[in-house]
Each structure stands twice: as structure tokens, then as C-alpha cells.
């Protein structure tokens, strides 16, 4: 045993017959195994965004990609080992949508890498650092690196990586001082850009993050000291070992993402280009060169490589192409100005009202931006608007609009509700509402979700005196709860005919560690008790993709009299604290009972199916990736049947940006023929996963009146409108990187996080229109909002539609951040004829039904060139995040023209069947003799 070897083994010592077993013991085995257990434990404990699936297909077409590779030069057949090894780092360090597809891309790259870029028949680049870096480079974020946060499951996982490769594989390759090179010099520089940053980013955060990165030990014990294309000599390894970590040092100059990883690729190359320069001169020259290429089988290596490449990109461009329009576009959105609509905001002064020792985070805090609900709250027959503008000036953050016709709407004066959210430092902000006829009596009602402080519920006197005025009976009914929320439901919980409320809670209500409770209200933190107290700062979440720590949503019951009692969540089967953005509700299983999907950001949704009335049952897949195990960043619920299948879907916003290559979910429910629930992620394959976008709240409407559910969606973070301090808006996203790489004890205190200031976030981007082109073409969506004229770049949220003007098309109100909301009207173009039509208002008997008829389905059939089509939509209030489209169900039916039949499904208890004229709205009251 070399004396280097000695002085580990002195450090750890194995038993003698392990001892033996591991020095013959060939390293690319040991490599496996510590890989293979890593992805095990990602797989099963940390919640990686991909599926063991995934994992095992990159393995199989890496190792079949080796094989014929390898028997196409060498004419023999081999143990795949280093492709196995390879395919285990691709699982680790890469991240993708969720498509089977796309995995082909960086196993051609990696295997590939090791055909045609070879000297003297050797390859050069270590595989899977080859696959990764152009993965990154020619993938437009299709592919992205595995984002540190995905390891922070357990927060000391470096330790034990890195015990790994100090014991068990440093001592067989010998690789020693390349790994202390490298390591000494990355850490100097390390520590030398959290000097210069220490005042936009805590030195910690970056110091330690960086260092403790499970993705950077991978790389230091078992990326750059591959035996087959590492240096040798002790010389040439301290060399190339700081040569990374400086030029590590150089791409952060430019604030780029994934250094390390092009570092090791850039010297990698510098030293392939250097060698092969050498081989020229001290070979021949040409002739000499020429001579190599005959005898390595060069050219047979490239021609299979490139055989190879033709195959996977072929197939990957026809998978994942996106569809044709097939389409005639006879419609547009019209934008309709401010100084014609009435709706306008000013942005306010709120980022400076709030505790100052955490204004350097506040607009990511309060980045959920403002929300729209649409409903008649005056019985004139037009739909009016509510909009919350948390951000805005004090006198317009909860403002209702009359819609007067003509897409003209006047502000109708609330003085109390102006005046209670002009002060949010004592009432909290107000951040969601829903108009509601929770009374049964005929009127809406309206409810306002509020964070730090108490949501409110608004009696509609309308029916009681003739005057549709507003009486705050928060405190009469039961619901005067402290909550830190940013949306909420009602529903009929247990089929009483009465509506019970949801409310997700964002932030939990107190703040932990505090000996009594202590309310968490960021205008007024508590101060420090002692030295070094930092438990005000502990509301962020945990980690970017199992957070746990936020708030407790709860159901709310209503009583025959009116009052509202809270279930124990944990009881009811919700116990989970996650940070819940959007719930939708729907009978998903069709069981007559009404469930419920919550979209959580930093963490996987919730899918609770309701058990009668009595329990929920939290369904979930059986591996991660799969419905209720998703590492995503659930922004948004929307359920429709988006197939026509007679089953409602969800549709869930998500962010798909450098880091995380993550997109939209669809998922598609049905059953199988035993009955059992059947639920699909479709978005990638669809067409729907919102690629290259920041996704917020969506609208699921038959846009265009076909048939089909189509899909608006909203996009862009935050840029710099508010707090502009540099001609060009600086990256925070370069920042969130390193807070990202963080552990949980310091990634939740708001303290440790860097200052966002007069930084941009995907700030102003373009919404997205999808339009659904029908089972005749594999139901893709293509976006096609440049064609309708919905171009404007903005920070957008909420997507409400409504028909404004009762003409049969579904307008669209689309709220921003800094800007005030946009309206949209849906429109014909010029001599286009119209698609047909019917829309259906159905009022319950306010007894066994709710007077909304929240929670009934109707199904309609009708058919169309001859062929069977069912329709099917429910009745919902809060139809994305931020967002309340209005109750009215408008069927698109294309070129069909004659009455139609529906089924009513009376809040899943009684049906009726009717027929109905089209092109028009019915007002179907509930029929006493409908039949159980």
C-alpha cells in the first residue's frame, strides 16, 4: 500500500477481509455503488423531482447506447460498467420536465462525448461532465442542472458524501492532490466572493452553501477525479485543480450559473486541444495524424456517434415537437384602455411600511401580487369585478367595480373596507376574494382573504333592503381567526346544502421557538430578546422543495344559523403545513362528493379526496414525481375537463427557468376498468408545460367557443419598476442560487437571505394563450397569444374570465404586480362567422342544493360531424390562483346548431335531464321532483 493510501487507511481503518475485498476490488464498482445509493436516497428520502423511472430508463439507453457503440468499433461486446456509472451522475445532476423523451438527449451527449472526442484512442472528458455542460448549453433550459436545494432533505448529506469519497474512493485512484488543489483554491476564492457580496448576501449563506453543495462534493470526489480523464502526476494535478477553481472564479464574474461545471469542461478542453497539438507535432504532423485516425478507428467511432445522434434527435424533435396551428384563428382579444374600463391602481408605498430589518426581502415576500373575482354582486345581469391590490395605494387595495356596459365600470365606494386595509400594519393585507352566496339568500356575498390579520366576510344586504350594500359580520359568524393567507374556497363539505369554507394559510400564524405565542406580522417583527436572536426571522420556507413549515389550512363548517365552526385539520386528515397558494374544488373521483386540490408552492400539491363528509384522504402516487409527491412550485389550481373524457383535470402553474427545469402539470384523471382512479401527467406531451416562463394563476375556458377547454396563462416574477437602482436589472436569480444551495436552519431566516432590490426575477414576460386543437390531434396545445393580440410583457397573476358582455365569448381580466389590471375583450374578426353556443345559470332550491348550485356538474351531449361528443363542467368559486371566474358554465359547441341534452348532477345528490336552445343563457332553476 502506497504511503498516500497508509495515511487515509491510518484515518479510518476496514476490517482485514473487507480490507482485501476492497483492495481488488475494481473503483469504477465502487463508484457505482456509492452513486447507485445516492439516487436511492434521493429517490426515496430527499423527494428528487424525478421518478425512479426516469432514473432507470437513462440507465438502460445509456448502457444499450455503450454496447452498440462499442461492438460498432471494437466489433466485441462489454460490461456497460462505465455507462452505468455515467447514467447514475445524469440522474443526480441533471433536471428536466417530466417527459421520458428528453432523456435520450444527455445520454447521446454523454456516451456520445466518449466516441468523438478521444485522443489516441482514449476519451478525453469525463462523460458525464460532458453531458451535463451541453445539456446546459443546447437545451434552452429543457435541461438544467439539478438544482442544490433538491439535497437539502437531509441537511448534513455533505458529510456523509464526502466520507465516502475521502475513505472509500480517494484512496483507490490517487487522485489526492488534485481533490486538495482544487478544494483549497475553490475555498480561498470562495470565501473572497463572500467578502464582496457580504453586503448584499450574508457571508454564510454563500460561504457555506457553496461549500456544503452535495452537487459540488459530486463533482470534486467523483467528477474531476475520474482515473480515465484526470491527470496523473502530482505536478499536473495541482495544476489542473486550481486552474478550475479559478476559472470557477472568472464565470462568476458574469454571473453565470452551473461554474464549476464549465470550468471542469473548459480546462478539459484546454488540455484535449493542448495534447492533441502535441500529438501533431511530436507525431508527424498530418501524415502522423492520419495514421492515428486509422489505427484508434477514429472514424468508425465517429460515424457511429453521429448515427447515434441522428437517431435520438430525430425521434426526440417528432416527440416533442410542438403541434401545428391546424387551426383558422376567426377571434382576438382586444385590450380595452384604462381610461375606458375605469380600472386603475397606483402602485403604493407597502415595501417601506414594512419592518425595516426585512425590506431587503420584501418583494419576494410579497411577490403573490394582486387577484380579480368576477360575479353580479347587484342582480342587474352583468358581471362585476373585485380586485385586491395588496401593493397599491392605500385607498385602492380592495376595491369593487359595477360593470355599467360597454366594458365600462365604475367604483362603487366600501368606506369601511378602504378604510381597514389603509391600515394593514393593524388589519393585515388583503390578498384574495370570492363572491359567495354563503346566507342561501339569492345575493353575493363577498369574501376577502388577508394575510397577518383576519380575513373578512361581507353579508350582501341586497335582499334584505332592496340596496346592494355591504355589512362586515366576520366577527357574528365565526371566522375573526389571525390567518397569514392568500387564497381560499367555499364548498359543501359534508352535503348539507349549506357552504363551508377552506382557507390555505401561507404562512403559519405564529412564529415557532417562542416560549408563548407570537403572531408573525412582517410590518411589526419581534425585536431581540438577546444576543444573536434571530427566531423573528424564521417564516421563510425550509427548503425549495419539501418545505413543511408553513401555515395550517382549515375548513370551516356553517351551521343552520349562519356560524362557522373550525375542524381540528389534523383530525379531518389535513395535518400538512405546506405553503399553499391555490385550492380547487371538484368531484374529481365522481363519488357525488366534492374534493379538493391544493397547489403548494416550495413542495409537493395535495389531492384530498372527500370521504363523505366526515374525513379527507389524502391521495398520493407511489413514487415521487407521481400526483401528491411532486417537488414543484404549485402556483395555481384549475380544474376542467380538458379531454373530454367526462372527467374533470387539474391544471397547475409552475416555474420553468434555469434551475428549475420543472413546467406546468396536467394531470388527466380517469379510471381503470376495476374502477380504480387513473392519474397522468400529460403538460410535456400536450404541449402545456409553459417552458421558459415564471407561471402564476390560469383561466380554463373554451376560449374560442369549439368544444374544447383551452388555457390562459400568467407569467413573469419581478423586475425592478418599484425599486429601480441600475440601468440593467441585475439577476437576483444568481442570488437565489446560492441561498438555494443553503441548509434549512439558515435558508428559513429571512436574515440570511440577499438583498432583491433593484433586482429582476423573469420580471415582464409574456402570457400564454393555449389553445386546445381536440382529440383528432393527440389534444396538443399551442400557444397562440401573438396571433390574438395578447402580447403585452408583464409581472401577471390572477386570470379571471367572465362575459362581460353577455355576448356568448369569454372576456379576460389578467392582474399584474406593479401595473393595474388588464381587460380583454374576446372578439370576432371581421366577417368571421360565429361558433354556437349555450350558457346555463342554475340555481339551487337553497335547501339540499346551495342557491349557487356550487358544486353540481352538468354534462352535455351532443354530436358533431356525426360523432358522439360529451362535454362535462362543474360548478366552482375560486377557479385558479388569485383568480374567480364567473359561475355562469358556457359551452362551447362549434358547428353544431341544434338544442342539446343535459344531465344536472344537483350538488351529487339529485340529476335531471333537459334540453336546451343554444346560442343563449338558460337560468335552470333546481326542480323539486328531480330524482335521487
Sequence with gaps: MSSEKALVFNMFTLPASLEKIYAKADPRWIIAIILGSYNVLGFTVLGFNRSPLQMIVT?????????????????????????????????????????????????????????????????????????????????????????????????????????????????????????????????????????????????????????????FILFTFFMITDPMTSPKTKKDQIIVGASIALLDLIYHIFQSYYTFFFAGFTVASIRFLWFHYKAYRDGGGFEGFKKRVHETKYLRKLSGSLIAGLLVFGTYSIASSPAHLSKVLNWKFETIPATQSGLHAEFGDIFERVDPRIQHIVKWVFSVGDSAATGDFDNDGKIDIFLTNMLKKDGERAALYRNEGGFHFTRVALPKVTERFSRPEENGLPTNALFVDYDNDNDLDLFISVAFGSSRLLKNMLTETGKAEFLDITADVGLEDYNNSITANFFDFNRDGLLDLYIGNVWPDNLPNYDKPTPLHLFHLPQSEYEGDERMFDFMHASWHLANNGGENVIFVQDNNGHFTKLDSKELG?????????????????????????????????????????????????????????????????????????????????????????????????????????????????????????????????????????????????DDTPDKKFENCPDYWYVNEKVARSAPSYHRLANKWGDIRGRCIYGKEKNRVYINQGTSLGNKFVDVADLVGLTEETNSRGVASADFDNDGRRDVIITHMYSPATLVRNVLKEGASAPHWVGLQLRGDGKSCNTRAVGSQVKMHYKIKGQDTVQIKEVQLATGFSSQSEERLLFGLGEHAEPVEIEITWCGLKKETRTVEIDKYHLIQMSPATTP
Design 59 to 215: 440507465s438502460i439507453m445509456a448502457c444499450l447506447l455503450e454496447l452498440l457503440l462499442c461492438y460498432w468499433v471494437q466489433r466485441k461486446w462489454i460490461f456497460p460498467l462505465s455507462a452505468l456509472i455515467s447514467s447514475f451522475s445524469l440522474s443526480l445532476l441533471l433536471n428536466y420536465s417530466h417527459s421520458y423523451w428528453i432523456l435520450a438527449v444527455p445520454v447521446f451527449f454523454t456516451i456520445g462525448s466518449k466516441y468523438f472526442l478521444s485522443l489516441n484512442g482514449r476519451h478525453f472528458f469525463n462523460p458525464a461532465l460532458t453531458g451535463v455542460v451541453l445539456c446546459l448549453l443546447f437545451s434552452n433550459t429543457f435541461i438544467t442542472a439539478a438544482p442544490a436545494y433538491q439535497w437539502t432533505g437531509i441537511e448534513n448529506l455533505w458529510v456523509f458524501m464526502t466520507f465516502l469519497g475521502v475513505f472509500f474512493l480517494l484512496p483507490k485512484i490517487n487522485r489526492h492532490w488534485l481533490v486538495l488543489s482544487f478544494l483549497a483554491t475553490f475555498t480561498a476564492q470562495t470565501a473572497l466572493r463572500a467578502m464582496i457580496m457580504r453586503h448584499h448576501l450574508p457571508f454564510e449563506t454563500l460561504f457555506l452553501g457553496t461549500l456544503t453543495s452535495p452537487s
Design 574 to 718: 389535513m395535518p400538512e403545513t405546506r405553503w399553499s397558494l391555490a385550492v380547487g374544488t371538484a368531484d374529481l373521483n365522481q363519488d357525488g362528493w366534492t374534493d379538493l386540490y391544493i397547489a403548494n408552492d416550495f413542495g409537493p400539491d395535495d389531492l384530498y379526496f372527500n370521504q363523505e363528509g366526515k374525513k379527507l384522504y389524502n391521495h398520493k402516487g407511489t413514487m415521487f414525481g407521481s400526483i401528491g409527491k411532486d417537488t414543484y412550485k404549485g402556483m395555481n389550481s384549475s380544474i376542467a375537463d380538458v379531454n373530454n373524457d367526462g372527467f374533470l383535470d387539474v391544471y397547475v402553474s409552475n416555474v420553468h427557468h434555469a434551475l428549475q427545469a420543472e413546467g406546468s402539470l396536467l394531470w388527466l384523471f380517469s379510471k381503470d376498468k376495476d374502477g380504480k382512479m387513473v392519474i397522468q401527467d400529460m403538460a410535456t406531451q400536450w404541449g402545456a408545460l409553459n417552458e421558459d416562463r415564471f407561471g402564476w394563476g390560469a383561466s380554463l375556458e373554451d376560449f374560442d367557443n369549439d368544444g374544447w377547454v383551452d388555457i390562459i396563462q400568467a407569467n413573469g416574477m419581478v
